[in-house]
C-alpha cells in the first residue's frame, strides 16, 4: 500500500531494498519484453496480464505478481528472473489501469471476502498455460504484498510459495481502525491518492466495528486454509509490522502441511519509506535473508532437495543507540520462533511523572484537557504518507494535554524485544474519547526518540464489536496494543511513556461525541483522566529479553 506510480520506488525501497528483484540497472530492462494477455476471470472481466519468457523453450515455474500501480514498468524484475529460468506475470488488478471492472472493495477480491476469486483464477489460468509447469510464487510488498496474504487462504495447489513483504494480515486491525480508530492519514490518504476513494472511502467509514464486513476480509483467521510457505519481511516502524509478525507466525503454527513450519520471517530497522529525521542504523544490510536468499528459498520450495543449508526461521535486527561508541545492540539475531523468550515486566506509572516496577500504593490520578479541534500532532511513527520512523518527541511532550512519565537514568541496560502492551485505568466525562500511549528512548542529551505507539477506543474497550458509552466518572480499564519491537535501552538512558488522548493526522481524532467520526465543529472537550492509584495502577508491560532461557551473553 503506497502512494500512486510515481512514489511507489520511493517508499517501498528500504523495506524491498532488502529482498527485491525490481531494482536492477536501467540497461537490462530493454532486455525483455511482455506478451499482454486479456485473462478471464469466474465472472466474465477480464484482467490486463503482462506475461514474460525466458527465451528456451519448455515449462517454467512463474513468479506472480498483482499490482494496483499498473503492471508496466516491470522489465527489470523479468530481466533478473529470467536468467534464474522462470517465467514472470505480472497482472493489473480488477478495475486498475488496463483490467476490467471496478477495483472495490479493493483487496477483496483476491480469493477472500468477497464474490470475485481473481488470485486463486489467476493461478489457476497459469497452471494451465502451455509454458508453465505447473508451480506458481507470488511476489511483491506492500499493496502487492497484500494482494498475496489476501488470495493465500484456499489458493490453488499451483501456489508453491509467497515472497509477502510489509503488508498487513488483518484489514480492521491493521490497515482501517487500529484500536478501533480510524487510521486517516493511512487508509484514507493512500485512498485519495490512487483515486480509489470513490467506493471504498465511504464504505470503509460506514463499517467503525468489527463486523461481518470486516471478517470475511481477515486473512489472518483464515491462516489454516494457507497451504503454501511464506518468506514476511517488515520493519519496526513499518505501517504493517504487527501484520508481517502475524502472517509468519499464524501460517508457521497453523497452516497447511506444506506451509506449516516451513516459512521465514525478517524485520529490519526501517520505514515504509526514509525516515524522516536522520538515524542511520550499522550493518543494516548484514541480514541473513538478503537479494539473494529469498531466491534459494524459492528453489528450495520448487525442489525441496536443494538445502538451505541451516538458516533459520526467524531474523531479526536489535535495535540500540546510535551514536554511542560500543553500546549494546545494532545487531542481528537469529532464533527459531517468535517471540523469542522474554519476561513480561511490568512499569507502573505513578503521580510524579515516574516510571518504576514498584506499584503505587496512593490513592492519585491525572486529569487533562482533550480538545478534539485541537489535538496533539503526529511526530514519526509508522506512517505512510507523513512523517516516520524514530522522531524527537519533545516538541509535543511539552503540551498540556500529554502526561509524560520516565525512569530514572537505567542503571544497565535493558532490551526490550516482542509485544507491549499498556493496561491503562481512566474515566472520562464523556461518552467515548481515545487513549494513546508512546514508548520512548530518551537519551542523556534529552532526545525522545519514539519507539512504538498505540491507541484504543474506549467505547470499544470490551469488544471491537460493539460499542460501549462511557459512564461519566466511572473508571474503566483500557488494553492498549502498542505493537512489536526490538530494542536495547542502553544504560545512562530513560524509558518514557507519554499519555494522552490525540495523534493527528495519524488517526482520526475522537469528537467525544459517541460518534465514529470527527467533524468540524461537532466536537466536545473532554476532561480525561488516568488513574495511578494502588486500586488501579495503569502500567504498560514490557517484554524483557530472557537472556537465562536463551543461554547468551547479557547486552
Not at 177 to 205: A, H, I, S
Not at 299 to 327: F, I, Q, R, S
Not at 389 to 405: A, C, K, T, Y
Not at 463 to 468: M, P, T
Request: glycine content about 8%; aromatic content about 8%; overall charge neutral.
Amino acid at each position: 500500500m503506497n502512494a500512486p506510480r510515481s512514489r511507489i520506488r520511493t517508499l517501498l525501497l528500504p523495506a524491498l531494498a532488502l529482498l527485491s528483484l525490481q531494482f536492477v540497472p536501467s540497461v537490462c530492462r530493454a532486455q525483455s519484453a511482455a506478451q499482454t494477455e486479456m485473462v478471464v476471470m469466474g465472472d466474465g472481466i477480464k484482467l490486463a496480464t503482462d506475461v514474460y519468457l525466458p527465451k528456451a523453450e519448455g515449462q517454467f515455474p512463474t513468479i506472480l505478481i498483482r499490482t494496483p500501480y499498473n503492471k508496466k514498468g516491470n522489465q527489470g524484475t523479468a530481466a533478473a528472473v529470467k536468467p534464474l529460468g522462470y517465467a514472470l506475470v505480472v497482472q493489473d488488478m480488477r478495475g486498475r489501469f488496463a483490467s476490467e471492472g471496478h477495483h472495490a472493495i479493493i483487496f477483496g477480491n483476491e480469493g477472500i471476502g468477497g464474490e470475485h476469486q481473481d488470485g486463486h483464477d489467476t493461478l489457476k489460468w497459469i497452471a494451465e498455460q502451455k509454458w508453465s509447469n505447473g508451480n506458481v510464487i507470488t511476489y511483491g510488498g506492500s499493496a502487492l504484498g497484500i494482494s498475496q496474504n489476501m488470495g493465500a487462504p484456499g489458493a490453488p495447489k499451483a501456489l508453491k510459495g509467497q515472497v509477502v513483504s510489509v503488508a498487513f494480515s488483518d484489514y480492521y486491525h491493521q490497515a482501517a481502525y487500529q484500536g478501533g480508530v480510524w487510521r486517516k492519514e493511512l487508509l484514507e490518504g493512500w485512498l485519495k491518492q490512487t483515486k480509489m476513494d470513490d467506493v471504498n472511502l465511504p464504505t470503509f467509514l460506514s463499517h467503525p466495528t468489527y463486523d461481518d464486513f470486516w471478517k470475511k476480509l481477515n486473512a489472518e483467521a483464515q491462516a489454516d486454509k494457507v497451504d503454501a510457505p511464506g518468506v514476511f519481511v517488515g520493519g519496526w516502524y513499518d505501517i504493517f509490522i504487527q501484520g508481517t509478525i502475524n502472517s509468519f507466525v499464524e501460517i508457521n503454527q497453523r497452516g497447511g502441511p506444506n506451509a506449516r513450519g516451513k516459512c521465514f520471517l525478517l524485520i529490519a530497522p526501517t520505514a515504509h519509506g526514509a525516515f524522516s529525521e536522520s538515524v542511520t542504523y550499522p550493518d543494516v544490510g548484514r541480514m541473513p535473508i538478503n537479494a539473494v536468499a529469498p531466491m534459494n528459498i524459492m528453489e528450495h520450495w520448487l525442489n525441496p532437495a536443494k538445502d538451505l543449508k541451516g538458516l533459520k526461521p526467524v531474523h531479526y535486527y536489535v535495535m540500540g543507540d546510535c551514536k554511542t561508541p560500543g553500546a549494546p545492540g545494532n545487531i542481528w539475531r537469529s532464533a527459531d520462533s517468535w517471540p523469542p523468550p522474554a519476561r513480561s515486566t511490568a512499569y507502573y506509572l505513578h503521580h510524579d511523572k515516574t516510571i518504576s516496577n514498584v506499584a503505587p500504593t496512593g490513592d492519585e490520578s491525572l486529569t487533562y484537557k482533550y480538545d478534539p479541534e485541537k489535538p496533539v500532532p503526529t511526530r514519526g511513527g509508522q506512517n505512510l504518507i507523513i512523517t516516520k520512523g524514530p522522531m524527537d518527541q519533545r516538541p509535543v511532550e511539552s503540551r498540556e494535554d500529554v502526561l509524560v512519565f520516565s525512569t530514572e537514568p537505567l542503571a544497565n541496560s535493558v532490551e526490550v524485544t516482542g509485544r507491549i502492551t499498556a493496561k491503562l485505568f481512566v474515566s472520562s466525562d464523556c461518552p467515548d474519547t481515545d487513549f494513546c500511549v508512546k514508548l520512548s528512548d530518551v537519551h542523556p542529551d534529552g532526545r525522545s526518540l519514539l519507539v512504538t505507539d498505540g491507541i484504543r477506543r474506549a467505547s470499544l474497550r470490551k469488544s471491537y464489536e460493539k460499542s460501549e458509552p462511557l459512564t461519566a466518572g466511572e473508571v474503566y480499564e483500557l488494553e492498549v496494543d502498542l505493537w512489536s519491537t526490538s530494542l536495547i535501552f542502553n544504560k545512562g538512558h530513560r524509558i518514557r511513556i507519554a499519555v494522552s488522548s490525540s495523534n493527528a493526522p495519524r488517526f482520526e481524532p475522537n469528537p467525544n461525541t459517541g460518534e465514529p467520526h470527527f467533524t468540524v465543529g461537532k466536537s466536545r472537550i473532554a476532561s480525561n483522566t488516568l488513574q495511578l492509584s494502588k486500586a488501579h495502577p495503569s502500567h504498560v508491560l514490557l517484554p524483557l529479553y530472557d537472556v537465562s532461557v536463551l543461554g547468551q551473553e547479557k547486552p
